[in-house]
């Protein structure tokens, strides 16, 4: 009976125009990143580069001694723009060095492979995105973004959201089963402007949705809730993880 009241007031919630408008059984969003991260795990990108893409394997013959993980900062040292981070992957090497792929063929224990024959347009595009959300590869990044992302990683905020906030994992429980990403749709379902982004940071839910009892039902049966940062953020930090996530969101 509990259930059925709870399916019927979403539906007349819904019909209403009330402050959830998501349908009740719509699947959890797949982002870019999310179906890149799928793409590199099925193409083996990560047996070289380490789970995830976060920490690479020893390679003897590399400058380094392994093959870069793609979460650090040698990411820049091997690709200058995102047209090179889309070599890399087709070609096994960039083009502005035209032995490039020669050298790394030639002198490299594990060679990177060129996948250009088994990835379409929109495959590449998503695995760019996937690298790109780990390795934090984003040049034309403005400062306070630069500062609310650092931010994020450091409060754990990607430990839940993704990487970069562009991914989410599992949530029983939840509304849609998952924690949903940062730059996706689902996003506007639950924030509607940047007081109630301020809301969900401070207090782990804005008021229009703890006020409601149907939201409110899936809000406190989830398994892992949204933490309240307010305690823990001063003003500056707020406004910059803001600026991030508006930034991400604008990208």
């Known amino acids: 009976m509990k259930k059925l009241w709870v399916i019927t007031g979403f539906t007349l919630l819904v019909a209403a125009g009330g402050s ?64 090179e981070i889309r070599e ?44 790109q959300a780990v390795s934090f590869w984003s040049p034309d990044i403005p400062e306070a973004a630069f500062e609310g992302r650092k931010l994020a990683a450091q409060i754990g905020c990607f430990g839940c959201h993704g990487p970069s906030g562009m991914g989410g994992v599992r949530n029983p429980g939840s509304f849609k089963g998952h924690i949903p990403p940062w730059d996706g749709k689902e996003f506007d379902e639950l924030v509607r402007d940047e007081r109630e982004l301020r809301e969900w940071i401070m207090d782990g839910r804005p008021r229009r949705l703890s006020d409601n009892p149907v939201a409110r039902y899936f809000l406190e049966r989830q398994e892992t809730p949204m933490p309240a940062y307010r305690e823990h953020l001063s003003d500056v930090e707020l406004n910059n993880l803001v600026a991030y996530i508006r930034w991400l969101r604008k990208r």
């Open 88 to 131: 890399w992957i087709l070609y096994g090497a960039p083009h502005r060095h035209a032995s490039a792929k020669q050298r790394v063929e030639s002198d490299y224990l594990v060679p990177m492979p060129a996948y250009e024959e088994y990835l379409s347009r929109q495959d590449l595009d998503d695995l760019v995105a996937y690298f």
């Open 20 to 83: 959830v408008t998501a349908i009740l059984w719509r699947q959890p969003e797949t982002t870019a990143a999310m179906r890149g991260q799928v793409i590199a795990r099925n193409l083996g990108c990560f047996g070289c580069h380490g789970p995830e893409g976060l920490g690479g394997i020893a390679d003897p013959s590399a400058p380094a001694g392994t093959i870069p993980g793609w979460d650090g900062a040698t990411t820049t040292m091997y690709a200058e723009t995102e047209q």
